[in-house]
């Protein structure tokens, strides 16, 4: 049978205690003058150290002394004070056992592998001894559960006896901080309903908890600018436009919205103070186990940074201490069941002291660690932020001139003879009778099949007759009417004159393109239906070439075009930041108490696209059914949950016919199909989503919690 592996510790009397002191005159020696093996064993090594200052030094093989301020008393039981001399000497492996004549006997039998050290502290030729009450800590790796320490007692001629045999401490076994986890799970489950994002297309640990560290602070600054895409009219390229600002000035609902730095500190765990507990700083405390790790994720279902304060502020006591007063701290009677469930496993710390010595310098570098790291990434947002607001600012210069081509349009349009009045009165502006041809108020129409899918889409009606260019607004889907800057669906057009529509639309790179012509008559309205096809840039230019030589610049559908392009392109870094801006505020929403959320912009725009579209059959309470089931089940965080949602509420009929349960146990239940949602953007959905997790979470706590 294989001998348990026992760790043996030559301690002597520098490290016992006694109650006469006058043995501590006289330095004590490794090994006596008449021992024989003094010449064989190695020497020891000698430290010199400041008794004033916590010191941890480490001998070979993985042992650490930890000695605390004041550890260190004279013969008078005083505490020393300066430069301390400190005696190490290890014998590790057989030989070195052997040379030393350190294996031998216990009361109990032969001892048998295991490592001895000797160490010894003097000041001044003075023997010191060390306090009852302040200890000195030594750690060794663990090489086998059953090793105990040993005190040795050594004669005059190297007989060792090894007595007094110790078990070691049910300590805590720290492990490397990077290997914890102390992301918030439901943040996880947040991420991968949303990815791909940020250029990742699957879940990567060390991203979610990058992501985790900043999201607080870029959805502060992405919350803080809305990208402003001008006059509605003019913004139309396919389809109802996403107008974020409208919505917000539209549905305040007497919420005020604040971009403070603290408008969550106490609604939920601050990740910059997550990210500074996994600072090396931390390694050698209960903070770096695998049972803080449970316990970090029972701290972020609570949403209160006070318990993460609590544990970091006492790393010196054992961890069910802590436990114990973390329960007492927690208002919520099931918050404080889990940390009183923690509290009775009894776990102690990684080290056996009641009074850690470096517990309030830990404190300290908590506190000034995570604000140093709040303004790092601070200053990475604000360069986020500047991008998007140079955009914005390049987009409304060419909006101004833009606007202003319109208006000189619309005046060519209207005004075409000038006249030199002579007399006051009554004037009429009038055709006479004998040209038979007059101005009627018509409404132009453009049709065509599945605009949705292009990139952009114009359409133009161009008047030859009085060289006038009219672009038609898509007012619905695939429905192109001619509203002007006079805010009306009609426009004066000559009787029995020609109309020739064109329509331009892009996918990518490539160009979709149609030409219709028509003869105005005495109808009120003129209706043009496209069949776009591809067409190479160059004939579609060649067909505008001929348009435009008979139009001033104003009146230009090539111009016009022009600025139509800088529009999509702002239009898309717009969406591409609003829909960054969402994903980060469904992240953010995973890390604060939602009941403190109900300010937030994400969450005001939920409200209103919420009661414009859902509350026919839907209300935004718990268990509350209408003609559609209660949205309960959205409180459970679970991973997918998001991305469900959004495909239900796109076109919950193909989920039906796919087979899918949940879908066909909603149909069966109510016996009615949802309307396809189609036209919602997703971020539009997002903002809906976010809206009822922090509407339902807080429907019974109409105050924030902590």
Request: glycine letters at 4%; aromatic letters at 10%; a neutral charge.
């Amino acid at each position: 049978m294989k001998k348990p592996q026992i760790w043996i510790a030559l301690l002597f009397l520098a490290l016992s205690s006694c109650s006469d002191h006058t043995e501590y005159t006289k330095v004590n020696t490794r090994f006596s003058t008449t021992d024989p093996f003094a010449k064989t064993s190695a020497p020891s090594k000698f430290v010199e150290f400041s008794a004033e200052i916590d010191t941890v030094l480490a001998g070979e093989n993985g042992l650490i002394i930890v000695i605390p301020k004041g550890a260190l008393l004279n013969a008078k039981n005083e505490v020393v004070q300066g430069k301390i001399n400190m005696e190490l000497f290890q014998a590790n492996g057989l030989n070195e056992l052997v040379f030393s004549n350190l294996t031998g006997n216990s009361s109990s039998g032969q001892l048998s592998g295991g490592s001895a050290f000797y160490i010894n502290f003097t000041k001044d030729n003075e023997q010191l001894h060390i306090d009852q009450n302040n200890p000195i800590t030594i750690s060794t790796p663990k090489t086998a559960k059953e090793m105990l320490m040993y005190s040795g007692n050594r004669d005059s001629v190297g007989n060792m006896d090894w007595v007094d045999p110790i078990a070691p401490e049910k300590y805590l076994d720290p492990v490397p901080l990077s290997t914890l986890n102390f992301t918030p799970e439901i943040f996880d489950n947040g991420l991968l309903d949303i990815l791909p994002f940020e250029g990742k297309n699957k879940f990567v640990r060390s991203f979610s908890d990058s992501l985790y560290y900043s999201v607080w602070l870029v959805h502060k600054k992405l919350s803080s600018f809305t990208p402003d895409q001008g006059e509605k009219f003019l913004l139309e390229p396919n389809g109802k436009k996403f107008d974020l600002k409208d919505i917000q000035k539209s549905h305040q609902s007497g919420l005020t919205d604040t971009s403070s730095d603290d408008e969550y500190s106490d609604c939920g765990i601050d990740p910059i103070k997550v990210k500074t507990i996994k600072e090396n700083a931390f390694e050698n405390t209960f903070i770096a186990t695998k049972e803080f790790e449970t316990r970090m994720q029972a701290i972020h279902r609570t949403f209160d940074q006070r318990v993460l304060d609590l544990y970091v502020n006492n790393t010196d006591k054992q961890l069910w201490v802590v436990d114990s007063m973390a329960s007492q701290l927690l208002g919520n009677a099931a918050d404080r069941e889990v940390f009183l469930k923690f509290s009775r496993e009894k776990l102690t710390n990684v080290r056996d002291v009641e009074k850690n010595p470096s517990a309030k310098a830990l404190a300290r570098f908590y506190q000034k660690r995570s604000e140093g790291l709040t303004r790092e990434m601070d200053t990475v947002e604000n360069a986020l932020l500047k991008k998007y607001k140079l955009l914005q600012k390049d987009y409304d210069k060419e909006l101004a001139k833009y606007v202003e081509v319109l208006r000189k349009r619309e005046a060519h349009r209207m005004l075409y003879f000038n006249y030199t009045l002579t007399s006051s009165g009554w004037k009429y502006f009038a055709i006479p009778p004998e040209f038979g041809r007059t101005f009627r108020e018509k409404k132009l129409i453009g049709r065509l099949t599945d605009s949705q899918k292009f990139d952009m889409v114009n359409v133009y009606v161009w008047m030859p007759e009085n060289t006038s260019l009219m672009r038609l607004t898509e007012t619905e889907k695939n429905v192109f009417i001619s509203k002007s800057m006079r805010a009306v669906e009609t426009t004066p057009v000559l009787d029995n004159t020609k109309l020739q529509f064109f329509a331009v639309a892009v996918i990518g790179e490539q160009y979709f393109f149609d030409e219709v012509k028509l003869s105005s008559e005495e109808e009120r309205e003129v209706t043009a239906t496209f069949e776009l096809k591809p067409t190479e840039k160059a004939k579609i230019d060649a067909v505008l070439g001929n348009q435009e030589g008979k139009a001033d610049l104003n009146n230009s559908i090539s111009r016009d075009l022009k600025f139509q392009t800088k529009r999509l392109a702002f239009n898309k870094a717009a969406d591409k930041y609003l829909e960054k801006r969402t994903k980060y505020d469904l992240l953010f929403s995973t890390t604060v108490n939602n009941c403190c959320r109900m300010s937030s912009k994400s969450i005001q725009v939920g409200n209103a696209l919420f009661n414009v579209n859902c509350t026919r059959c839907h209300l935004a309470e718990r268990g509350v059914k209408l003609t559609g089931p209660a949205f309960d089940n959205l409180l459970d965080h679970s991973s997918g949950q998001y991305a469900y949602f959004s495909a239900f509420v796109r076109d919950s009929r193909a989920l039906i016919n796919s087979g899918d349960d949940r879908a066909t146990t909603v149909f069966n239940e109510y016996r009615s199909v949802m309307p396809a949602f189609e036209d919602l953007k997703e971020e539009e959905i997002m903002s809906i989503y976010n809206y009822l997790i922090a509407t339902l979470s807080c429907s019974n706590q109409p105050t924030i919690l902590h």
